[in-house]
Protein backbone atom coordinates (compact mmCIF):
# COMPACT_ATOMS: atom_id res chain seq x y z
CA UNK A 1 0.00 0.00 0.00
CA UNK A 2 2.99 2.20 0.78
CA UNK A 3 4.50 1.61 -2.69
CA UNK A 4 1.16 2.22 -4.61
CA UNK A 5 0.49 5.56 -3.14
CA UNK A 6 3.67 6.73 -3.04
CA UNK A 7 3.74 5.86 -6.92
CA UNK A 8 0.16 6.49 -8.19
CA UNK A 9 -0.10 9.21 -10.99
CA UNK A 10 -3.72 9.70 -11.10
CA UNK A 11 -6.74 12.07 -9.21
CA UNK A 12 -8.84 8.82 -7.45
CA UNK A 13 -7.41 6.33 -5.76
CA UNK A 14 -8.89 2.86 -4.76
CA UNK A 15 -7.77 -0.55 -3.27
CA UNK A 16 -8.66 -3.95 -3.79
CA UNK A 17 -7.87 -6.89 -2.52
CA UNK A 18 -6.03 -9.97 -4.00
CA UNK A 19 -8.23 -12.89 -2.89
CA UNK A 20 -11.44 -10.66 -3.40
CA UNK A 21 -13.21 -9.23 -6.90
CA UNK A 22 -15.37 -7.17 -8.13
CA UNK A 23 -18.45 -6.30 -10.15
CA UNK A 24 -17.32 -4.78 -13.92
CA UNK A 25 -19.23 -1.27 -12.85
CA UNK A 26 -17.62 -1.15 -9.16
CA UNK A 27 -15.10 1.80 -10.40
CA UNK A 28 -17.82 3.21 -12.45
CA UNK A 29 -20.33 3.65 -9.78
CA UNK A 30 -17.97 5.41 -7.13
CA UNK A 31 -16.83 7.48 -9.87
CA UNK A 32 -19.72 8.81 -10.99
CA UNK A 33 -20.61 9.71 -6.72
CA UNK A 34 -17.73 11.78 -7.08
CA UNK A 35 -18.97 14.68 -8.31
CA UNK A 36 -16.51 18.42 -7.26
CA UNK A 37 -17.90 18.75 -3.64
CA UNK A 38 -17.61 15.36 -2.89
CA UNK A 39 -14.20 13.50 -1.14
CA UNK A 40 -14.98 10.17 -0.60
CA UNK A 41 -17.25 7.33 -2.59
CA UNK A 42 -18.13 4.30 -1.23
CA UNK A 43 -20.19 0.94 -2.32
CA UNK A 44 -21.83 -1.73 -0.57
CA UNK A 45 -20.27 -5.34 -0.20
CA UNK A 46 -21.41 -9.16 -0.17
CA UNK A 47 -19.53 -11.91 1.68
CA UNK A 48 -19.11 -14.47 -1.07
CA UNK A 49 -17.53 -18.25 -0.74
CA UNK A 50 -17.09 -18.84 -4.60
CA UNK A 51 -16.20 -16.57 -7.34
CA UNK A 52 -19.55 -17.13 -9.43
CA UNK A 53 -20.86 -13.88 -7.52
CA UNK A 54 -21.95 -10.58 -9.86
CA UNK A 55 -24.56 -7.85 -9.03
CA UNK A 56 -27.94 -8.06 -10.19
CA UNK A 57 -29.66 -5.32 -8.02
CA UNK A 58 -31.17 -2.11 -9.85
CA UNK A 59 -29.47 0.91 -10.91
CA UNK A 60 -27.01 1.92 -7.93
CA UNK A 61 -28.67 4.92 -6.28
CA UNK A 62 -25.81 7.36 -4.63
CA UNK A 63 -26.83 9.39 -1.34
CA UNK A 64 -24.85 12.12 0.52
CA UNK A 65 -23.68 12.14 3.36
CA UNK A 66 -20.69 14.09 5.48
CA UNK A 67 -18.03 13.62 7.72
CA UNK A 68 -20.78 14.10 10.74
CA UNK A 69 -22.63 11.20 9.50
CA UNK A 70 -19.48 9.05 10.76
CA UNK A 71 -21.49 6.59 13.18
CA UNK A 72 -24.20 5.94 10.81
CA UNK A 73 -22.24 4.82 8.14
CA UNK A 74 -20.07 2.80 10.88
CA UNK A 75 -23.04 1.16 12.30
CA UNK A 76 -23.47 0.07 8.63
CA UNK A 77 -20.14 -1.37 7.77
CA UNK A 78 -19.19 0.79 5.63
CA UNK A 79 -16.20 2.53 7.30
CA UNK A 80 -13.60 -0.21 8.26
CA UNK A 81 -12.39 -1.31 5.18
CA UNK A 82 -10.80 0.51 2.12
CA UNK A 83 -11.11 -1.64 -0.85
CA UNK A 84 -15.14 -0.57 -1.39
CA UNK A 85 -14.26 3.17 -1.74
CA UNK A 86 -12.87 5.49 -3.68
CA UNK A 87 -10.51 8.56 -2.50
CA UNK A 88 -9.06 11.96 -3.81
CA UNK A 89 -5.24 11.41 -4.09
CA UNK A 90 -4.82 15.12 -3.24
CA UNK A 91 -6.07 14.79 0.12
CA UNK A 92 -3.84 11.84 0.63
CA UNK A 93 -1.00 13.55 -0.86
CA UNK A 94 -1.80 16.92 1.12
CA UNK A 95 -1.78 15.05 4.88
CA UNK A 96 0.40 12.37 4.32
CA UNK A 97 -2.20 9.95 5.17
CA UNK A 98 -0.56 6.48 5.18
CA UNK A 99 -0.94 2.52 6.42
CA UNK A 100 0.23 1.62 9.75
CA UNK A 101 2.04 -1.55 10.17
CA UNK A 102 -0.13 -3.52 11.76
CA UNK A 103 -0.84 -7.15 10.51
CA UNK A 104 -5.00 -7.12 10.66
CA UNK A 105 -7.62 -4.42 11.11
CA UNK A 106 -5.27 -1.52 9.10
CA UNK A 107 -7.78 -0.02 7.05
CA UNK A 108 -10.20 1.35 9.87
CA UNK A 109 -7.60 3.89 11.34
CA UNK A 110 -6.53 4.81 7.56
CA UNK A 111 -10.47 5.70 6.99
CA UNK A 112 -10.60 7.47 10.08
CA UNK A 113 -7.74 9.45 9.47
CA UNK A 114 -9.03 10.43 6.37
CA UNK A 115 -12.47 11.31 7.20
CA UNK A 116 -11.17 13.54 9.55
CA UNK A 117 -9.47 15.62 7.73
CA UNK A 118 -12.39 16.39 4.87
CA UNK A 119 -14.32 19.05 4.13
CA UNK A 120 -16.56 17.51 1.91
CA UNK A 121 -19.00 15.14 0.87
CA UNK A 122 -19.72 11.45 1.01
CA UNK A 123 -21.03 9.59 -1.82
CA UNK A 124 -22.73 6.44 -1.06
CA UNK A 125 -24.63 3.61 -2.39
CA UNK A 126 -25.73 0.73 -0.86
CA UNK A 127 -25.37 -1.97 -4.27
CA UNK A 128 -22.90 -4.61 -3.85
CA UNK A 129 -20.65 -4.17 -5.91
CA UNK A 130 -17.47 -5.52 -4.00
CA UNK A 131 -17.23 -9.52 -3.62
CA UNK A 132 -15.31 -9.88 -0.12
CA UNK A 133 -13.88 -13.48 -0.68
CA UNK A 134 -14.53 -15.28 2.97
CA UNK A 135 -10.66 -17.04 2.65
CA UNK A 136 -10.36 -19.57 5.49
CA UNK A 137 -6.30 -19.17 5.11
CA UNK A 138 -6.11 -15.24 5.06
CA UNK A 139 -4.89 -13.42 8.16
CA UNK A 140 -8.40 -12.17 9.15
CA UNK A 141 -9.29 -16.07 9.52
CA UNK A 142 -5.52 -16.83 11.05
CA UNK A 143 -3.88 -16.68 14.58
CA UNK A 144 -2.47 -12.76 14.81
CA UNK A 145 0.08 -12.16 18.24
CA UNK A 146 -0.81 -9.36 19.92
CA UNK A 147 -3.67 -8.65 18.28
CA UNK A 148 -5.40 -7.25 21.11
CA UNK A 149 -3.36 -4.05 20.97
CA UNK A 150 -3.89 -3.42 17.43
CA UNK A 151 -7.50 -3.37 18.50
CA UNK A 152 -7.11 -0.99 21.05
CA UNK A 153 -5.25 1.33 18.40
CA UNK A 154 -8.15 1.93 16.19
CA UNK A 155 -11.06 1.91 18.97
CA UNK A 156 -8.69 5.00 20.68
CA UNK A 157 -8.83 6.47 16.87
CA UNK A 158 -12.34 6.14 17.04
CA UNK A 159 -13.39 8.09 19.76
CA UNK A 160 -10.51 10.79 18.99
CA UNK A 161 -11.70 11.36 15.88
CA UNK A 162 -15.90 11.33 16.69
CA UNK A 163 -14.64 14.07 19.07
CA UNK A 164 -12.51 16.09 16.49
CA UNK A 165 -15.19 15.84 14.06
CA UNK A 166 -17.37 17.83 16.89
CA UNK A 167 -19.67 14.75 17.49
CA UNK A 168 -21.03 14.07 21.02
CA UNK A 169 -19.32 11.00 22.21
CA UNK A 170 -21.71 10.60 25.23
CA UNK A 171 -24.18 10.12 22.82
CA UNK A 172 -22.72 6.91 21.33
CA UNK A 173 -20.58 5.85 24.67
CA UNK A 174 -22.83 2.79 25.20
CA UNK A 175 -22.49 1.32 21.64
CA UNK A 176 -18.70 2.27 21.68
CA UNK A 177 -18.25 -0.29 24.71
CA UNK A 178 -20.24 -2.79 23.29
CA UNK A 179 -18.19 -2.67 20.18
CA UNK A 180 -15.21 -2.38 21.73
CA UNK A 181 -16.70 -5.84 23.83
CA UNK A 182 -17.26 -7.40 20.37
CA UNK A 183 -13.75 -7.08 19.79
CA UNK A 184 -12.89 -8.31 23.22
CA UNK A 185 -14.56 -11.30 22.17
CA UNK A 186 -12.72 -11.70 18.78
CA UNK A 187 -9.61 -11.30 20.79
CA UNK A 188 -10.36 -14.17 22.91
CA UNK A 189 -11.66 -16.16 19.55
CA UNK A 190 -8.25 -15.05 18.14
CA UNK A 191 -6.27 -16.54 21.30
CA UNK A 192 -8.10 -19.59 21.26
CA UNK A 193 -7.52 -20.38 17.51
CA UNK A 194 -3.40 -21.16 19.18
CA UNK A 195 -4.45 -23.79 21.32
CA UNK A 196 -0.97 -25.23 21.19
CA UNK A 197 0.74 -21.75 22.05
CA UNK A 198 1.90 -23.08 25.91
CA UNK A 199 2.88 -19.99 27.94
CA UNK A 200 2.86 -17.34 25.28
CA UNK A 201 -0.68 -18.04 24.73
CA UNK A 202 -1.49 -17.66 28.45
CA UNK A 203 0.31 -14.26 29.04
CA UNK A 204 -0.96 -12.96 25.78
CA UNK A 205 -4.71 -13.74 27.39
CA UNK A 206 -3.43 -12.93 30.43
CA UNK A 207 -2.95 -9.42 29.08
CA UNK A 208 -5.96 -8.77 27.66
CA UNK A 209 -8.02 -9.85 30.97
CA UNK A 210 -6.05 -7.39 33.34
CA UNK A 211 -5.68 -4.37 30.89
CA UNK A 212 -7.60 -0.99 31.92
CA UNK A 213 -9.63 -1.14 28.83
CA UNK A 214 -10.62 -4.48 29.65
CA UNK A 215 -11.78 -3.50 32.84
CA UNK A 216 -13.95 -0.72 31.71
CA UNK A 217 -15.44 -3.14 29.23
CA UNK A 218 -16.74 -5.61 31.26
CA UNK A 219 -17.97 -2.92 34.04
CA UNK A 220 -20.13 -0.88 30.94
CA UNK A 221 -21.56 -3.70 28.86
CA UNK A 222 -25.14 -6.03 29.94
CA UNK A 223 -24.99 -9.31 32.00
CA UNK A 224 -25.53 -11.68 28.74
CA UNK A 225 -22.37 -10.06 27.18
CA UNK A 226 -19.91 -10.50 30.70
CA UNK A 227 -21.06 -14.04 30.88
CA UNK A 228 -20.38 -14.93 26.89
CA UNK A 229 -16.56 -13.30 27.43
CA UNK A 230 -16.11 -15.34 30.72
CA UNK A 231 -17.43 -18.69 28.87
CA UNK A 232 -14.14 -17.68 26.31
CA UNK A 233 -11.78 -17.13 28.88
CA UNK A 234 -13.09 -20.82 29.91
CA UNK A 235 -12.85 -21.82 26.54
CA UNK A 236 -9.06 -21.54 26.17
CA UNK A 237 -8.25 -24.27 28.67
CA UNK A 238 -5.32 -22.17 30.01
CA UNK A 239 -3.46 -23.44 32.97
CA UNK A 240 -4.42 -19.93 34.57
CA UNK A 241 -8.21 -20.40 33.60
CA UNK A 242 -9.94 -20.32 36.84
CA UNK A 243 -8.05 -17.47 38.41
CA UNK A 244 -8.70 -15.88 35.74
CA UNK A 245 -12.45 -16.66 36.15
CA UNK A 246 -12.33 -16.20 39.84
CA UNK A 247 -10.75 -12.54 39.21
CA UNK A 248 -13.51 -11.41 36.99
CA UNK A 249 -16.13 -12.84 38.92
CA UNK A 250 -15.24 -11.31 42.04
CA UNK A 251 -13.89 -8.09 40.19
CA UNK A 252 -16.26 -7.05 37.46
CA UNK A 253 -19.79 -9.34 37.78
CA UNK A 254 -21.02 -6.60 40.84
Same mark, same amino acid.
Given at each position: ?92 ? $? ?76 ? &? ?36 ? $??? $? ?20 ? $? ?7 ? &? ?10
Amino acid at each position: SYAGLEIAGGDLICFCDSDDYVDRQWVEVLRRGMEPETELAICGFIRVYDDTYSYKGPEPAIDYYTPGDLWPLFRRGLVTTVWNKLYRKSIID $KYRLRFNHEKSGEDLPFNLDYIAVMNGRIAVTGAGLYAYYQNPKSITNSYIPQMWRASCIRMDRLKTVTEQLGLDFHK &IEDEYYFLYADLLERNLKNAYKKKTGGPDIVREIDSII $KDE $KTKKIIKRVPEAKKTKIISLIE $KTGCSTVSG &ILVYLYYKYRT
